[in-house]
């Protein structure tokens, strides 16, 4: 005998729904206020595919009503690894290099837990699930403040391109570069066809980095031609 259709709107089924549409609405709502790849209705739709999942397996009766029910062995611990193996693939399209940076790794982990608060909220851990959420959203939106206050080393890349003539050797370059607290490992000399050198490095110093102050050097500096000054966003 199948179950009244009525059935599936019980506080059972429509309380979890509710709670993962919640759930992944606040933290898509921070990803997207940040203009993250995967935003508001990502978030939603990860969250919700994981309850439903989750409540699939869970309320197997439900849906093998034709089944005895001493044949029926219920394993959510198996959903629950299939769903969070699964939103690996999406989580993996959401990172991409730019140059020698990545970028969307923070992105990828809110899906993950966002996909793992989905099926907690499937199975009805409603006060795990919750509570997760809220931590969730502390660590994205208040310890942003902290994060940018925390002590960082910023890498920049500077590439400065001299007439040959007055072309600084490495030594000098290093000073130059010192005097607004960065230091290289490896300096790069390039001479190209048209007289023109070009000393490069990837420098590290703290955050911030004085890049404005070194533009102004340079652009007052005799015999440059042309620099490149790239912070890298980490």
Known sequence: MRSNPMDWWNPDLVWP??????????????????????????????????????????????????????????????????VLTGIGFLCGGVIFREGPTVHGLTTAASLWITSALG???????????????????????GLRWLDFHLPHVSHVDVAIRYRRDQAPGEAAFRALIGEFGLKGEVVRQNLTSDGVMELAATVKGPRPAATDRLAQRLKAEPGVLAFDIAPRHE
């Open 17 to 82: 729904l509710v709670g993962a549409t919640i759930a992944g609405g606040l933290i898509g709502f921070e990803r997207e206020y940040r203009s993250r790849p995967a935003g508001f209705r990502t978030h939603i739709l990860v969250c919700l595919a994981s309850t439903l999942l989750m409540l699939a397996a869970v309320h197997q009766v439900r849906w093998l009503s034709d089944t005895p029910h001493e044949l029926i062995r219920i394993d959510p611990v198996r959903m629950a690894h299939g």
């Open 119 to 141: 099926v907690l909220y499937g199975v009805g851990f409603y006060g795990l699930a919750i509570g997760g959420t809220v931590l969730t959203l502390a660590v994205l939106a």
